[in-house]
């Protein structure tokens, strides 16, 4: 009976040790894989964040380049990338497509900041209507009495032309922010690319339009939070649902997203919430449901670091966090809906 009982247990052993070393390959070789992505600009400085403590703490090594989102979908409907970054979400033609199917992961949402350049004036508000005029082509110099008049306006305002900076690109932080006007009565409409009037500026992402402004006296734009404070650009008080001139604050942006229901696919967009910041949205990481054996794992690993450990980076650089039960459910979502293929 001894012996038995000696040799099975030999026999455990030698089978743990197996085991133990099939999860160490399978760790090493998941660790060895490169993931390359690229998009939006929106969260690059997040983005840059995450995988470089990724790369440190040797958990996979993800390069991410901000090329715009148009441009990120475009690659990965083309297959040159293993998954991409955007603020806009797909349209069901795009989705289409894809071959290997694709789902959107939120990763964090944020503001996008209205940017103006006029020396002397540093609390510059402005409403649904003084917007929408402004981005319309319609209202073009400072003094305008539709701006002037504002409740508790600066009295300083310029009488000099206002120069409009918009994205050369298709763009998510273009979505978010002409999506906000679309919903405010605009009638520029919600888009990555809709149609500016002809005399704007365009620069290339969000820090080609954060250079604009602030080059270029008498100008306004729209970026990123982050970019504007990046490039010490004045922000715009804006009027939110609620009646309440906010600046692009984090605690503004949380108070807007909050309350806000997930849908099963995370697919949340809202263009005029009822308070806090109103011009907010989220970022997604656009990924396949298909992939090599190890790419699938990697972008598994990628995506539960991001939703777990990430996100507590995302605060750090005035980025909301995902809440922890929509989290939760998209690491879930993702181990379930990602698989292997030949």
Do not use: C
Not at 195 to 218: F, H, I, M
């Amino acid at each position: 009976m001894n012996f038995f009982t000696g040799r099975w247990r030999r026999s455990f052993i030698v089978a743990l040790a197996a085991a133990a070393f099939s999860l160490t390959l399978i760790s090493s070789a998941v660790a060895a894989v490169t993931l390359n992505g690229s998009g939006a600009t929106f969260p690059k400085p997040l983005y840059d964040r995450y995988f470089s403590q990724m790369r440190s703490a040797n958990q996979i090594t993800v390069n991410y380049e901000g090329t715009g989102s148009g441009a990120g979908i475009k690659a990965l409907i083309a297959g040159t990338v293993d998954f991409a970054g955007s603020d806009a979400l797909m349209t069901a033609e795009q989705i289409a497509e894809v071959k290997r199917g694709v789902m959107a992961v939120p990763t964090a949402g944020g503001a996008v900041a209205v940017v103006y350049n006029l020396p002397g004036v540093t609390n510059l508000r402005l409403n649904k209507d003084a917007m929408n005029g402004i981005f319309e082509g319609k209202i073009t110099r400072w003094n305008d009495p539709k701006i002037a008049g504002i409740s508790g306006q600066a009295k300083n305002l310029p009488n000099t032309p206002i120069r409009v900076a918009v994205r050369a690109d298709s763009s998510g932080t273009t979505f978010i922010f002409s999506n906000h006007l679309q919903a405010t009565g605009s009638t520029i409409k919600a888009a990555a690319q809709p149609k500016w009037p002809d005399t704007a500026v365009r620069g290339p992402g969000n820090p080609g339009v954060a250079a604009l402004v602030k080059n270029t006296a008498g100008a306004i734009g729209y970026v990123q939070d982050t970019y504007a404070r990046q490039n010490n650009l004045q922000t715009a008080f804006i009027q939110n649902k609620a009646g309440r001139f906010v600046d692009p604050s984090l605690a503004e942006a949380e108070k807007a997203l909050a309350g806000e229901t997930f849908p099963a696919d995370f697919r949340l967009v809202e263009g005029n919430p009822n308070d806090g910041y109103p011009i907010v949205g989220l970022t997604w990481l656009l990924i396949y449901k298909q992939y090599p054996a190890a790419k699938a794992e990697a972008i598994k690993k990628m995506v539960n670091w991001v939703m777990t450990t990430g996100q507590g980076i995302n605060k750090q650089l005035e980025f909301t966090q995902i809440p922890s039960a929509t989290a939760q459910k998209v690491v879930q979502t993702v181990n379930q809906t990602v698989v292997a293929r030949g």
